[in-house]
């Protein structure tokens, strides 16, 4: 599995843009980076992934650098709901163990009223 | 509301003893997955089933067992609990199990071993 730094916590201000940076230097060709988020005393959530080209959703978007090194969640304007911890999961598109999701720290954002 | 559905949400036991946890996946997934979570080892793959069949096995003990059964609902059964196992056990589903499908997540059953 590619290995992910994220910084442990981030804080913003409510209305306000998020960018959450991931760095996945060891990633390969075929792995999809995906984000999900965790709220407290809930399950993971979905919110975005992507290949190479940039992707949006109602959610947030997702910006992938040109050598997929490293990747940017961005949530154009943060709510209190959107606090919780964001996890950057590079996932092998080859069968095998790939089919599991390997969860790191992730980064707790902290989003202030 | 993910769709998938655990029971019990939480489960109060003594060391040495046995439970089973149980996962209703979103209507029409075929494939489950079970997550570990605890304070100090973070969500932690455990293993995911594909109609009834073991895909792929992650960090999972001798001492725990899963199935999928016919109607595509899931147990995870942990027995000679220890104090360790005390952590928040998750289930997902996903439609069939591919890679880069989107998993939905349960609210989890918070396990404490005493």
């Known amino acids: 599995d590619a290995k992910t730094t994220q910084p442990n916590s981030m804080e913003s201000n409510e209305e306000e843009p998020v960018h959450l940076p991931c760095n996945h230097s060891?990633?390969?060709?075929?792995?999809?980076i995906h984000w999900y988020r965790q709220l407290p005393s809930q399950g993971p959530e979905y919110v975005i992934h992507g290949l190479t080209s940039n992707v949006n959703n109602r959610m947030a978007s997702l910006a992938i650098a040109e050598d997929r090194k490293s990747s940017t969640l961005i949530l154009h304007r943060a709510t209190l709901r959107d606090a919780a911890v964001y996890y950057c999961?590079?996932?092998?598109?080859?069968?095998?163990?790939?089919?599991?999701?390997?969860f790191g720290k992730g980064t707790l954002l902290t989003v202030n009223p | 509301d993910s769709g998938v559905t655990q029971t019990p949400k939480h489960l109060i036991t003594a060391t040495g003893q046995r439970v089973t946890l149980r996962c209703s996946p979103r209507s029409g997934d075929l494939s489950v997955y079970w997550y570990q979570q605890s304070l100090d080892q973070g969500l932690q793959f455990l293993i995911q089933y594909y109609n009834g069949e073991e895909r792929a096995k992650g960090n999972i003990l001798e001492r725990f067992s899963a199935q999928q059964f016919p109607d595509l609902h899931s147990e995870l059964n942990l027995s000679s609990l220890e104090l360790g196992d005390s952590a928040l056990y998750f289930c997902?589903?996903?439609?069939?199990?591919?890679?880069?499908?989107?998993?939905?997540f349960g609210s989890g059953t918070q396990l404490s071993v005493l």
């Open positions: 999961i590079p996932q092998g598109n080859s069968g095998g163990s790939n089919y599991k999701l390997t």
């Open positions: 997902a589903s996903s439609g069939s199990g591919q890679p880069n499908e989107k998993l939905f």
């Open positions: 060891t990633i390969s060709g075929t792995d999809y």
